[in-house]
């Protein structure tokens, strides 16, 4: 009989303990990896006043939480002061936010102006809201940063994001573009500036599930379930599943451009390319098609293409 009962509690004990392990090992991957991209891009200096950009999604949560782990180990010294912007919304938790960042004893700053009111006037019913949305709110965050005298403004856009623009741009706009991890605002007087950009957003769910984040659901864009950002999306996680670890070789190809193998004219000078009469051992053949290293999946899928078919 005592066995009966010792075993669970035995095995709730080792489920407790795994859960927390794994729960570690995320929040070390989250930290390495936001401070990787920090490094790598040179995003935070020393004296900088950054601006985290809080909309109340489990984004912008987990990007202040882990900048605020990251200030505390960095051997530079810079400031973050939290900012959101009430547009107004109808049924906005206005309370939610300033309740967090109070208890979380961070500067923070709460911005309100009615924007939803504009986009809603100036855009019809069942029209994408994201470009006068993205416009307004641009201009007065600016603002805000100038008044705070803040000289960056961190974002929470993730890897995923950074690969759904790559494909909205290629698939909806004619452009081999992406979402720089930094890059200058469009007004030139900040730097922008991406800290999650090397974080999957599966790991800012579950993050975000662990922290318990007073998540705040986006009644303008978030209720369009027709955009092309979710469509892509949809499409990226449908890739994902079907072939793991697609997603992390498609960014990885973000940072390996090959401009002398694309067709723009601007960044590689095809007009005036001449021989060297010397091998290059890091060119392509001209006659052979590409080789790549094929996962299991896709091996077995060649495969079966190239078997006769049965009679």
């Known amino acids: 009989m005592d066995k009966l009962w010792i075993e669970p509690e035995a095995d709730n004990f080792e489920k407790t303990q795994r859960a927390a392990y794994e ?23 020393e004296g900088d006043r950054v601006m985290v950009c809080m909309s109340g999604g489990k984004d912008s949560y987990g990007m202040l939480d882990i900048l605020l782990k990251m200030q505390q180990r960095a051997p530079i010294r810079f400031e973050i002061v939290a900012v959101n912007l009430d547009q107004k919304q109808p ?14 004893g961070v500067e923070f700053h709460i911005e309100t102006q009615d924007t939803y009111s504009i986009v809603k006037k ?9 470009s006068l949305c993205s416009r307004l709110r641009r201009g007065i965050l600016y603002k805000v940063a100038r008044q705070l005298k803040c000289n960056k403004l961190a974002l929470g856009h993730h890897r995923d994001d950074m690969l ?32 999650l950009a090397y974080v999957a957003e599966k790991d800012l769910i579950r993050w975000a599930e662990h ?24 499409m990226l996680r449908d890739w994902e599943k079907q072939y793991p670890g697609r997603a992390e070789t498609m960014f990885t190809a973000l940072q390996n451009v090959v401009p002398s193998h694309l067709m723009d004219a601007k960044l590689h000078d095809f007009q005036n390319l ?10 392509d053949t001209a006659f052979d098609p590409p080789a790549f290293p094929q996962a299991a999946a896709f091996s077995e899928i060649a495969v079966r293409m190239a078997l006769p078919e049965e009679a």
């Open 23 to 45: 729960t570690h090992k995320l929040e070390k991957r989250l930290c390495r990896q936001m401070g990787q991209a920090i490094v790598d891009f040179n995003m935070i200096e």
């Open 91 to 104: 049924g906005f938790p206005e309370h939610i936010l300033p309740d967090y960042l109070a208890k979380l």
């Open 122 to 130: 100036n855009i019809p019913e069942g029209k994408t809201m994201c």
């Open 164 to 195: 759904q623009t790559f494909f909205l741009n290629m698939f909806f706009g004619g452009k081999l573009k992406g979402m720089p991890p930094k890059l200058t605002s469009d007004n030139g007087e900040f730097i922008v500036i991406r800290p």
């Open 211 to 234: 922290q318990q984040f007073p998540i705040i659901p986006c009644s303008l864009c978030g209720s369009q379930q027709n955009l092309q950002r979710v469509q892509i999306g949809n």
């Open 274 to 283: 001449t021989t060297t009469g010397m091998p290059d051992p890091e060119g």
